[in-house]
């Protein structure tokens, strides 16, 4: 056996890929029509499914479709939203108040991935020196879902413009358990070939050359 019999085939390479490259951030395309629970369960169990530091499985998945929950986090995204336009001026806050980041009531469902803190007890292999590997590892899982619901026809919006504290008291959540993401999930009507923000002018991709660095930082990268 070779090392080449481990890969996949050739479409379901570009199967993979393409869900990589075509994974939109999504909050202005969102249709009402409502996801099927077995479609659901398939983007969860692709969530489940992420790695975890200790097998921790940090993760809990509150499902939201209450309006009047929606409402409420709505309301934080608005308060959170005003504070961060502060943050610029000219031109650059004009193009900021003209962005749309958040498909929170356009979508027919919100859906909360946590992180439980304190799951597993007070030690968990591989988290005694790097504490935030509980949180890494439910980033992970936000990752998978999205992967999975981009080839599933679903787009995904990550909606981060919250206070926490707040997010945290309106979803009852307890003390230890974290709201890592807060995500919109429906179908669209189309998926953008290129980041909103970066179609906006908001800001582009970075040049991967740019990015590399060779041994040690700020080495040539080379690829021989
Ligand atoms: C942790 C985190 C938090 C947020 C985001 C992403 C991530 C990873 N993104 C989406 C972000 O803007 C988007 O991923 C980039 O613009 C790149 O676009 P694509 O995801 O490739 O379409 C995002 N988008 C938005 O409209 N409102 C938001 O609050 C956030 N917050």
């Known amino acids: 056996m070779t090392t080449s019999d481990h890969r996949f085939s050739a479409t379901e390479r570009q199967g993979l890929y393409r869900a990589i490259h075509e994974r939109r951030d999504v909050r202005s395309q ?3 029509d409502p996801i099927a629970p077995d479609l659901l369960e398939r983007l969860l169990q692709a969530a489940h499914h ?8 940090p993760w809990d998945f509150i499902v939201i479709r209450s309006r009047e929950v929606r409402q409420d986090v709505q309301a934080i995204f608005e308060r959170e939203n005003q504070k961060a336009a502060e943050n610029y001026a000219g031109e650059r806050k004009t193009l900021y108040s003209r962005l749309k980041l958040e498909g929170i009531m356009d979508s027919p469902l919100n859906l909360c991935i946590t992180c439980n803190r304190s799951r597993g007890g007070t030690h968990v292999l591989g988290r005694n020196s790097v504490l935030e590997t509980d949180l890494f590892s439910v980033c992970l899982a936000v990752q ?16 981060s413009i919250l206070d926490q504290d707040e997010l945290s008291a309106t979803l009852k959540l307890p003390t230890d358990v974290y709201p890592v993401a807060y995500l919109c999930l429906g179908y669209v009507s189309e998926f953008l070939d290129r980041p909103e923000l970066e179609a ?11 990015l590399l660095h060779g041994d040690v930082w700020g080495q040539p990268y080379s690829t021989e």
Request: charged content about 20%.
């Open 200 to 210: 906006k002018g908001w800001r582009s991709r970075l040049p991967l050359e740019e």
């Open 144 to 159: 998978n879902l999205w992967l999975a619901a981009r080839a599933e026809g679903i787009g995904v919006g990550w909606v």
């Open 30 to 32: 969102f249709l009402p």
């Open 50 to 57: 992420a790695p975890s530091v200790g097998f921790m499985q």
